[in-house]
């Protein structure tokens, strides 16, 4: 195993001396695949649950609205593993917040599988929404903090996101292998497989330098006597600023995912008359063409900046989002609909890596957590409110109405500093 060298560094005006680490690139290629595949699984657990939801219902006997409901339920524990899972990150390290991640969504999900019961399915999905959480809150700060500034968007977001990709692709497989031969729950019992894999595999990768170095000052600074280890976050000037930026961001982006994903098979059932299985299929090739924007948006913002990228991401999602939510012509929609789907990766891919960069290493999970966990508060009326809507006034509405959302996006990247090229420590507060 490489490691990694420590450069000293002295800094003015009395403070302790700090250090500069020099990773490896194959130490951090390591972390972000390791993160990535984690993050994929979560997408995998995550998103069996829309893509079978048809099958669900009827399998409990419930409507639309009743699904919509237990998405929301989800993200109400999404919501608390993002804050949780940052400030956990913070407090024990990010290797171990992220095993600890993965083995709980991945029972969980496993355990979904195997009840009968609509309370207790409901109950495994918040839980499984609290582990889930952690994969992105832990994984992109900790990804951040290893990669060099220079391709720092493409190993954060590129990597973590394109594996997000595929974990909906391998779960829209699932779908179209295991569940036609065992039926849904089989789809989700299998998810504790790759969970196994992935967590054994993190066993092999390093903590993040920036955050031993980072807990070794705080150390100093304890013996010191020094106030600057309890030091909130919302005390460091320029921080409610940035919060108010991340919250932008990631309120269009969580509510804008989940209002169109949850949904996406139903969609095309319910305005085209396609069958489900032939839904399942299309939404795989979005999630390919996705696979690839998340490389080429999060590539764009290394090359001219984040603030470009994702204003130009935004604009392209609305477009495509209003083309796709009112066309009636199918063809149209498969090729709007696919790039829709796709700038998703765009967006979290640039949106994560942004956010990653706005706090220092101490507080970078916990301020992450904080950031995300806004925007997925609000993203918990999504899935009821789209499927309510479905039910109540047709498909096209309530699709449309998610193309609003990302003038927030255009806003927050308009209020933000740029942090491209640089490093971490030169745009941290």
């Not at 989800?74 to 913070?90: E, R, S």
Request: glycine content about 14%; aromatic content about 14%.
């Amino acid at each position: 195993m490489s490691k990694s060298v420590l450069l000293p560094e002295t800094l003015p005006q009395g403070q302790p001396i700090r250090a500069k680490a020099v990773i490896p690139f194959r130490d951090a290629l390591m972390v972000a695949l390791a993160a990535g595949l984690g993050y994929g699984f979560d997408a995998y657990a995550v998103n069996i649950f829309g893509i079978v939801g048809p099958l669900i219902a009827r399998d409990f006997q419930v409507t639309v609205k009743v699904i919509g409901l237990i998405g929301s339920i989800f993200l109400v524990g999404y919501t608390i593993g993002t804050v949780g899972f940052g400030m956990l990150a913070d407090r024990f390290g990010r290797r171990t917040a992220l095993g600890w991640s993965i083995l709980l969504y991945g029972v969980t999900t496993a355990l979904g599988g195997s009840t009968s019961n609509l309370g207790v399915f409901t109950g495994l999905r918040f839980l499984t929404g609290v582990g889930g959480a952690g994969e992105l809150a832990v994984g992109a700060p900790y990804t951040a903090e290893m990669w060099p500034a220079k391709v720092r968007a493409l190993g954060t977001g590129g990597i973590m996101f394109s594996l997000y990709s595929l974990g909906y692709i391998v779960a829209a497989l699932a779908a179209l292998i295991i569940v036609p031969r065992y039926g849904w729950r089989w789809a989700f019992v299998f998810a504790i497989v790759p969970a196994l894999l992935v967590f054994v595999f993190r066993q092999f990768i390093l903590e993040s330098e920036r955050y031993k170095l980072a807990k070794a000052e705080l150390e100093l600074l304890a013996r010191d006597g020094s106030p600057q280890q309890h030091e909130s976050i919302w005390s460091i000037p320029g921080a409610r600023r940035r919060i108010t930026i991340g919250w932008l961001i990631y309120i269009a982006n969580a509510c804008g995912y989940w209002g169109i994903t949850v949904f996406l098979t139903t969609f095309m059932v319910s305005k085209f008359g396609v069958t489900p299985t032939r839904a399942i299929f299309y939404a795989m090739l979005f999630y390919v063409v996705q696979f690839f924007l998340s490389y080429i948006g999060t590539g764009f913002s290394d090359f001219v900046g984040r603030r470009p990228a994702g204003i130009l991401g935004a604009s392209i999602m609305i477009v495509c989002t209003i083309i796709a939510s009112t066309t009636h012509s199918f063809a149209i929609f498969l090729t709007f609909g696919a790039i829709m789907v796709g700038m998703l990766g765009w967006l979290w891919g640039v949106g994560d890596t942004y956010i990653s960069e706005f706090f220092r290493t101490t507080l970078r999970g916990t301020a992450f957590g904080i950031m995300v966990g806004g925007g997925r508060f609000v993203s918990i009326f999504a899935p009821f409110l789209v499927g309510w809507g479905i039910s109540t006034i047709g498909p096209t509405i309530p699709f449309l109405a998610t193309s609003g959302l990302w003038i927030l996006t255009i806003i927050g990247y308009l209020m933000g500093p740029e942090t491209a090229g640089r490093e971490l420590e030169e745009v941290q507060l």
